[in-house]
């Protein structure tokens, strides 16, 4: 098949189950065949730095299990059932109904009855997304429009100043997430914002979703994923939005990041300044402290980069190690799938973020691909870094070279609360990329060790 891709580093739009479960009382339920939500639920979860089922999650999934009986006479009076059942035995404030291949080849509609029972009164909202219909990219974003079309709905909006809305990592999908938006929402709150982060256990969960079209203004932390979203949000409530494309990690990208928001917000400049100022005292403090450890191994330290991630985390990654901390990027591999429109916009954002690298940035979902040129590019290295996924990981283990994980699959792994947003988030990375500098082998300033065991 000319269309085969090996490795691919995301899911089907089923996977957006994980998006539901992402929100604090959010309960998906899935009208799919066997297998289908646990393998789902196997490689965004498990497969993502073993992030756990949660409540509602991993085997206690509701599922219709779709057999041949439902492909030949429906599968609509099943999920009824399977509805009415979950109803009685779940706790949830939002309930959504994802439907996987099988409903959408016999054309079962979950959206119907989805409204069948929220005109009964229940929170539930129905979502199309079989996995011919794209990525668990789409489904994210699939499932957050449905909320917006179907539970929300048409009101005016109560505005509220500076209240924001926050759209960034697709949870799961981005295996620091959790942490990610914990220290997003951290930031904004010190700047004089009231954030509506949405996912995550900082998330006030339907109560901030009940409030969307109430925020002044959407901000969208992403190259492409979310912008259907603001656009949507635009239209429908009339809300404005800001698109910062990158993560911000580290102290000059987070400062930039804080006045711009800050300046789209109407916030005086002076008290966006004493947080940059307070958080950058803290940063460089802790930055002091490394500066001897960089100057005494400088023979050993790896300088060259190479990045295999999706566009929000390939992108802010390498910016970052080259802007703070001196790597020079070789090769960059993008794995998600933005359409031909979207992937314009990445890579107008690539050359407006790194110009001079604009050439070394591959956009490829065949995995394989970017592995045999990976491989090809470091046989000879022993000074590189590598950030990518368990692939890249034996990569580098072949090699002799150094890696960290930033991108699943994530199986020799184990991520709560990490982030590497930020000021402290950036402090977080270069512990985590250096402490594998020493795993199982000892080094000191005049000796180099071949095989670094990552």
Known sequence: MANTISQPRYTCALGAQQTVLAIPGGIPIVHAGPGCSMKTFGFLATGAGQQGEGYAGGNQISCTNASETEVVFGGEKKLRQLVESTFKVLNGDLFVILSGCTAGIIGDDVVAIAKEFRDQGFPITGVDTPGFRGSNYYGHEAVIKSIIQQYIGDRKPNVKKRLVNVFADVPFQNP????????????????????????????????????????????????????DTVELLKEKYGTPYLQYPVLPIGAVETGKFLKKVGKFAGINGLDIQRVISREEKRYYQYFEGIVDFLAEYQTNLPYKLYTTADSLYAISYTKYLEQELGFIPEKVYI??????????????????????????????????QNLIDLKNRVKYENRALILGSDWERDVAKETGNLFKYISIPIGQDLIIQNTHVGYRGGLNLLEDIYHNLFSGNQINSS????????
């Open 176 to 227: 620091y997430w959790r942490g990610d938006l914990e220290e997003i929402k951290r930031l904004l709150e010190d700047i004089g914002l009231e954030v509506n982060i949405l996912f995550g256990i900082t998330s006030e969960g339907i109560k901030e979703w009940n409030s969307i079209p109430d925020a002044e203004f959407n901000l969208l932390i992403s190259p492409w994923v979310g912008l």
């Open 447 to 454: 000796t180099y060790n071949d095989s670094v065991v990552v």
């Open 335 to 368: 794995t998600d799938d933005p359409s031909p429109e979207k992937e314009a916009i990445v890579r107008d954002i690539i050359e407006k973020e790194l110009p001079e690298y604009k050439d070394i940035f591959v956009i490829n979902k065949d995995n394989e």
